[in-house]
């Protein structure tokens, strides 16, 4: 068994902002991290597909307050733009 993966370091070169929005940007991408392993045995950002994080937005977000579905559009938007790619995504 590897090391577990590093959510912190991953984000490092795209998380902004004060230190109480980096520490929630980090702690929720940890919980779509763990949704996705879950649900796709996909441990790593790198071997997310967009269906991935749109799942978890669709299925895993509904039942939760609008502010909520935006911070986390916010940190999956942050995880897009570390990962290079043109996803869009909407709430």
């Known amino acids: 068994m ?3 993966f590093d959510m912190e370091l991953f984000l490092a070169g795209v998380l902004t902002g004060s230190h109480a929005t980096r520490q929630r940007h980090l702690r929720q991408a940890k ?5 996705i392993a879950a649900r796709w045995q996909r441990e790593i ?4 597909q967009r269906k991935h994080l749109a799942w978890f937005l669709e299925h895993r977000l509904s039942q ?10 916010l ?3 942050l ?3 570390r990962l290079k790619s043109s996803w869009i ?3």
């Open 64 to 73: 939760r307050s609008e502010a909520t579905r935006y911070y986390y559009m």
């Open 45 to 48: 950002p790198w071997a997310w």
């Open 2 to 4: 590897g090391k577990p």
């Open 79 to 81: 995880l897009a733009r």
């Open 31 to 35: 919980v779509i991290q763990a949704e």
């Open 89 to 91: 995504f909407t709430l």
């Open 75 to 77: 940190t999956i938007r």
